[in-house]
């Protein structure tokens, strides 16, 4: 949690007859504050646990003509994506994410390169509604032909809520320390002035893992794999104006 103070004495003063002529003529200036202002910045905070995850699994295929490579790819990544709807993964849960065909070279000194075969590369982005069943997805996903996986990234279903529920204590945070100040001043807080968020938030959403390329092979398929989600802290920080007297 950071604060921030700032303390602004703000005081009534005869205007002078040639001011007040100047004040005529000028634009209206914001009605003048009769107490002392007091900003605070207060970050409020809740940990939810994620309850969705989204992998990228794909086929990373290879032979010596682009037809066979894209031929042998499309058959074994359709192996997968029928291997993932029969774990009950919804088809709105799954998109396919990247899909390509590059040729392989072979490099020698004084020699342009020459082309030794192609590699076909297709993946789909599957997200997960039930962390606890994604180990035994992605062991599926292993035995149907899938041999890259990257992810697991960590979100929440309803990241505005979270985010709600740290404005809110963002809110009482700035409400206490404004207090604290007031009482420490000899004053009260008679009333809230602004309030405005500060900087833009990640709606909620925790960061990242470091997100590994794993190539699998059936002896690591033979372990079950567990996918754990842990905890995120959701923030929010707020800035408060109040007027203390």
Same mark, same amino acid.
């Not at 809740?46 to 499309?74: E, F, K, M």
């Not at 990234?153 to 009482?172: T, V």
């Given at each position: 949690?950071?604060?921030?103070?700032?303390?602004?004495?703000?005081?009534?003063? =005869?205007?002078?007859?040639?001011?007040?002529?100047?004040?005529?003529? =000028?634009?209206?200036?914001?009605?003048?504050?009769?107490?002392?202002?007091?900003?605070?910045?207060?970050?409020?905070?809740?940990?939810?646990?994620?309850?969705?995850?989204?992998?990228?699994?794909?086929?990373?295929?290879?032979?010596?003509?682009?037809?066979?490579?894209?031929?042998?790819? =499309?058959?074994?990544?359709?192996?997968?994506?029928?291997?993932?709807?029969?774990?009950?993964?919804?088809?709105?849960?799954?998109?396919?994410?990247?899909?390509?065909?590059?040729?392989?070279?072979?490099?020698?000194?004084?020699?342009?390169?020459?082309?030794?075969?192609?590699?076909?590369?297709?993946?789909?982005?599957?997200?997960?509604?039930?962390?606890?069943?994604?180990? =035994?997805?992605?062991?599926?996903?292993?035995?149907?032909?899938?041999?890259?996986?990257?992810?697991?990234?960590?979100?929440?279903?309803?990241?505005?809520?979270?985010?709600?529920?740290?404005?809110?204590?963002?809110?009482?945070?700035?409400?206490?320390?404004?207090?604290?100040?007031?009482?420490?001043?000899?004053?009260?807080?008679?009333?809230?002035?602004?309030?405005?968020?500060?900087?833009?938030?990640?709606?909620?959403?925790?960061?990242?893992?470091?997100?590994?390329?794993?190539?699998?092979?059936?002896?690591?398929?033979?372990?079950?794999?567990?996918?754990?989600?842990?905890?995120?802290?959701?923030?929010?920080?707020?800035?408060?104006?109040?007027?203390?007297?």
């Amino acid at each position: 949690m950071r604060m921030g103070l700032v303390l602004v004495s703000m005081g009534l003063t =005869a205007a002078t007859p040639m001011l007040a002529a100047a004040q005529t003529t =000028a634009p209206a200036q914001a009605a003048s504050i009769d107490g002392t202002v007091l900003e605070v910045s207060a970050t409020g905070r809740v940990v939810r646990a994620p309850d969705v995850a989204t992998i990228r699994a794909g086929v990373v295929t290879q032979s010596a003509t682009a037809a066979a490579a894209l031929g042998d790819n =499309a058959a074994r990544m359709a192996q997968v994506i029928a291997s993932l709807k029969a774990t009950g993964i919804a088809a709105r849960d799954l998109s396919t994410s990247n899909v390509s065909l590059q040729p392989q070279y072979r490099y020698a000194d004084n020699q342009p390169p020459v082309i030794t075969g192609y590699q076909a590369s297709n993946s789909v982005s599957v997200r997960f509604r039930d962390i606890a069943r994604s180990g =035994a997805v992605l062991d599926a996903l292993v035995k149907s032909g899938a041999n890259q996986i990257d992810g697991p990234a960590m979100s929440l279903s309803q990241p505005d809520a979270a985010l709600d529920a740290a404005r809110s204590d963002a809110i009482k945070r700035a409400q206490a320390r404004a207090a604290l100040y007031a009482q420490a001043a000899g004053m009260r807080v008679d009333r809230v002035l602004s309030i405005s968020e500060a900087g833009e938030n990640d709606g909620g959403q925790p960061q990242p893992p470091f997100m590994a390329r794993m190539s699998m092979s059936k002896q690591m398929a033979d372990a079950s794999t567990q996918v754990l989600p842990g905890e995120t802290d959701v923030t929010a920080t707020v800035n408060v104006r109040f007027v203390l007297k």
